[in-house]
């Protein structure tokens, strides 16, 4: 593995949600959000994750977020770049796009609905992360992608790429986390993507979190990255009792629908847009949303009760 600076690639590096307006991406709100994660302590960001919708994104929006995004931060955080799809091509295209851009590193899911078998994710990573000097790491999600990832599989690409340097683990199963880093170095970048299991991965050894309540509660959840980091575990343990039931509710329908809901309540986006086959939420679900915003004290008791829509 490539030697990385210490602090390279740790901490909360939220995945930005992507807005939009009239179906067109609304690139003046994204850059206002990008900012904020600067503000309020994100360690990171990560652009045209799935909580930014890739899949409903063409390659020329994809790019196009990634450049406002690294003109936005200006150097004062790292940019990760979500680059994989479904096609090696337009991964390597989005790939070398996002070396152009000077993105800091990328990201790159596992090619969903093909269901390759584990030889040919070794070839796929390898063959991607030989077109850029960017450091890479793999984006495993089988619940979406439908394509698991084993840890033999992850060593094997590491011992033939030197700029693979970690993984974003959206699965629940803590044991692949210590296994991985027992055969690929504790240096190894193991990234949290389930949020309500950000805690227990950073205490067996994640690096980091890419967590998509970093939209909503950047300081907090940049803050439960450093209690653990620095042994304050019962500080961290408050934090995740904070953050839970946010955690809850990103997936009280398909990500990012519930989470662009809540960010327009708190007036982050404009409304709650979102492009098919995503549709908006019934007025039950927002109703919890509500109270679960209320709770957690963002959202004020009387804009609780206004019965804002946002759609």
């Known amino acids: 593995m490539i030697s990385l600076d210490p602090d390279t690639l740790r ?55 990634l450049r406002v995004a690294v003109s936005t931060v200006a150097g004062r955080l790292p940019v990760v770049a979500a680059t994989g799809s479904q096609s090696f091509a337009e991964t390597v295209e989005l790939t070398a796009q996002a070396e152009k851009c000077r993105a800091d590193a990328v990201l790159v899911v596992t090619p969903y609905y093909i269901r390759p078998p584990q030889r040919g994710l070794v070839e796929y990573f390898v063959a991607i992360g030989r077109t850029t000097a960017l450091p890479l790491l793999i984006y495993h999600i089988p619940g979406r992608a439908a394509v698991s990832v084993a840890v033999e599989t992850v060593a094997r690409i590491a011992d033939a790429l030197p700029t693979l340097v970690g993984i974003k683990h959206a699965v629940n199963d803590l044991e692949f ?15 949290c993507g389930l949020e309500a299991l950000s805690l227990p991965m950073l205490v067996v050894g994640a690096a980091g979190v890419m967590n998509a309540v970093g939209n909503l509660a950047p300081d907090r959840v940049a803050a439960l990255c450093a209690a653990v980091a620095a042994g304050r575990l019962a500080d961290a343990r408050q934090l995740h009792d904070e953050l839970f039931a946010l955690n809850q509710a990103i997936f009280l329908d398909t990500n990012p629908i519930p989470l662009k809901y809540m960010m327009a309540r708190l007036d982050l986006l404009p409304s709650s847009e979102v492009r098919l086959p995503l549709v908006s939420l019934d007025d039950q679900q927002r109703r919890r949303l509500d109270s679960v915003l209320h709770a957690a004290g963002l959202l004020a008791a009387s804009a609780t009760s206004a019965g804002k829509t946002h759609d």
């Open 177 to 191: 986390v210590t296994e991985v880093l027992l055969r690929c170095g504790r240096d190894f970048r193991v990234f």
């Open 11 to 65: 901490g909360s590096y939220p995945p930005v949600v992507t807005p939009f307006k009239d179906g067109a991406v609304d690139y003046d709100t994204f850059a206002a959000i990008v900012d904020r994660q600067v503000r309020l302590g994100s360690h990171g960001v990560v652009i045209t994750g799935t909580t930014g919708e890739p899949s409903s994104l063409s390659v020329t929006e994809r790019i196009e977020l």
